[in-house]
Structures are given as structure tokens and as C-alpha cells.
């Protein structure tokens, strides 16, 4: 079957750095996606990753290995503004978005 | 503002009565699709529909049906509401494949 692995729940510090894992095991690829969600709020567009590396937006970094079926989302410089769930989503060889359950994560000052 | 328009924001309804959730885009997106999230869950795809006239089912179809009269309005309908379709309902489009999903507020339904 398709799954879709992150960790449920994570905290960190404001001003510190983050980062939330993602492992996949799908039907194919094309594209990883990553998506945040405030509490009570529609999902929000992040970032999209089909090819091997790093995308840096801002504070926000988006890393895929292909082979190892892994992705991470990192934010620096973490506001309390960032407190959210972060969904990770892939793509498969049919163009249908496996959505992982979100990680929530904690910002404290 | 262009985006999408979920109507309505909230709702309880009793089991068994008929409820129409609607949605609406102004992005003349091709493809639209209908979500539930539910606690400790991944959105799950209800249906979807790729381009105006057609439709797909997704995971989760049973006690679901939609339209896609035109390329704006993507109603979801429950024809007979269990209270296991309580959830939050997020309606969504696409420009193509592989663009991000553009998604409305969603509507929190509950079924008593």
C-alpha cells in the first residue's frame, strides 16, 4: 500500500531551527509537496520538490532523496507565528496526492 | 479576490436528511477536488474531477455524489447523512497535475 510517515507532534524554541522529516512509500513519483496548516485554516501551499536537492524560500527549505523516499521541511529563525501542522503530500504515478496526517508543531518563546 | 468560496462555513444536520456542500472558484482552474480531514488522519480525496463534465471517485466515495455542470462550481452532496460523515470538508482546485492545490476554508459538518 501507499503511506505516507511523519512525526505526530514536535516542539522547538522561537528563534531555533526545525526539522520535520517526511518518508514515503508510494506508486511512483511525481512530486513532493508541502503544505501548512493553521489550526481551524485551509491548508496553505509551502513548497513542491520532483528532483533531488535542496528549494530555500525564505526561512523555509525543502530537501527530497528520491532513492531513500525522504524529505524534510526546515524553517530557521522559528516565530511563534509558525506554530501550525505541517502536511506533506506526494504524488504518484497516477497523479493522485497521498497526504501524510500533518506534524503539529509547538513554537515556545 | 480570486480563490475559492465554501458554503457553508459550519452545520449540524440530523442523520439521514440530504445536505449540498458547496464550492465555487474563480481561477478557472481545471481540476477540482473534495476532501475530509478528520483528527489524526491525512486528507482523504472524496471525489475529483479533472476538467468541466466529468467526475472520479477518490478513497473515500461511498455516501457521496458530485457535479461538474462548469468549470467554477464543484457541489458535494450527501444524500443521506451518517453521523460518520461528520468531519471537516475541504474543497480544493488545480491548474494542472502537478501545480499546488488551492483550498477553500472548508465547512465543519456534524452529523447528530
Known amino acids: 500500500g501507499q503511506n505516507i510517515d511523519q512525526p505526530t507532534e514536535m516542539t522547538a524554541t522561537e528563534g531555533a531551527i526545525v526539522q520535520i522529516n517526511c518518508t514515503y512509500q508510494?506508486?511512483?513519483?511525481?512530486?513532493l509537496f508541502w503544505y501548512q496548516q493553521h489550526a481551524g485554516e485551509a491548508p496553505t501551499f509551502l513548497s513542491y520538490n520532483v528532483l533531488d536537492g535542496l528549494e530555500e524560500k525564505g526561512r523555509f527549505s525543502s530537501f527530497l532523496s528520491r532513492s531513500k523516499g525522504y524529505s524534510y521541511l526546515l524553517l530557521k529563525e522559528l516565530q511563534m507565528k509558525d506554530s501550525a501542522s505541517y502536511l506533506c503530500?506526494?504524488?504518484?504515478?497516477?497523479?493522485?496526492?497521498?497526504w501524510g496526517a500533518g506534524t503539529k508543531l509547538i513554537i515556545k518563546p | 479576490i480570486a480563490g475559492i468560496t465554501q458554503a457553508p462555513t459550519s452545520q449540524i444536520l440530523a442523520a439521514g436528511r440530504r445536505m449540498t456542500l458547496r464550492c465555487t472558484q474563480d481561477m478557472r482552474h481545471n481540476a477540482m477536488y473534495w476532501y475530509r480531514q478528520d483528527l489524526g488522519l491525512g486528507l482523504r480525496l472524496i471525489h475529483y474531477s479533472n476538467t468541466a463534465g466529468t467526475t472520479g471517485k477518490g478513497e473515500v466515495p461511498d455516501g457521496y455524489s458530485v457535479s461538474r455542470a462548469n468549470t467554477d462550481d464543484f457541489p458535494l452532496t450527501l444524500a443521506s447523512a451518517v453521523p460518520s460523515q461528520t468531519s471537516v470538508y475541504f474543497c480544493a482546485s488545480s491548474d494542472s497535475n502537478n501545480s499546488p492545490l488551492h483550498f477553500g476554508n472548508g465547512t465543519r459538518l456534524t452529523v447528530t
Open positions: 508510494t506508486s511512483g513519483f511525481n512530486g
Open positions: 503530500a506526494v504524488m504518484d504515478s497516477n497523479y493522485q496526492l497521498i
